[in-house]
């Protein structure tokens, strides 16, 4: 019995002692915790990942150097249902950057294929880069423009579903690239407008 009681203490210890990247996921599994979403779907609930709170939260502030406040949680709630929120930092920054110039090729290069947009009161499916960028003035209103150039780093919205920019009129969120989900790519996967 003892014995028992040892091995079992001694296999606590060594998962409780594992480095953070080995207790967290990269990017949550499609199907299981929502966060990669299916390829023709806008973001869908799902249950979210539960991560050692300890781990998020020293990663992120370990990495956020500088940050605000609102930045730092934006990290460590990213880096707790999404995965490594410097993918997604980036991801804000380009979306940000090529939306403000009006840069339909760079956005176009930012999105999971296919993509779901509403023209004229009609959903509409873009199957490839080159389509979203030729259709781009028809579906890229002002309001969801401004949403995503205006939205700060710091006022994202996280959650499971992913980064939500303004009222919900941009999603970005990981996909990934192998069954496991331990490599991941962060996309634009939803454009909408907002309430009202």
């Not at 709630?77 to 760079?106: C, M, R, T």
Request: charged fraction near 20%; charge should be negative.
């Amino acid at each position: 019995m003892k014995t028992r009681l040892l091995a079992i203490s001694v296999s606590v210890l060594l998962c409780a002692c594992a480095p953070a990247a080995d207790r967290q996921a990269a990017a949550p599994e499609p199907a299981a915790a929502g966060a990669p979403v299916q390829a023709d779907e806008p973001p869908v609930p799902a249950t979210p990942i539960a991560t050692p709170a300890d781990s998020a939260v020293s990663a992120a502030q370990a990495s956020t150097a500088g940050a605000s406040a609102a930045e730092q949680a934006v990290n460590a709630s990213i880096d707790s249902n999404l995965g490594d929120h410097a993918k997604y930092q980036a991801a804000v920054k380009d979306l940000q950057a090529a939306v403000a110039a009006g840069d339909a090729e760079k956005v176009a290069s930012l999105a999971r294929y296919p993509f779901s947009v509403d023209i004229g009161g009609k959903a509409t499916v873009l199957r490839t880069e080159r389509e979203f960028a030729a259709r781009y003035p028809e579906f890229m209103a002002p309001d969801i423009a401004r949403a995503i150039v205006e939205t700060k780093y710091a006022d994202l919205f996280v959650n499971y579903k992913g980064v939500m920019f303004g009222d919900g009129q941009a999603w970005l969120n990981g996909v990934c690239k192998d069954d496991q989900c331990k490599a991941f790519e962060v996309k634009l996967v939803a454009l909408q407008h907002g309430p009202g």
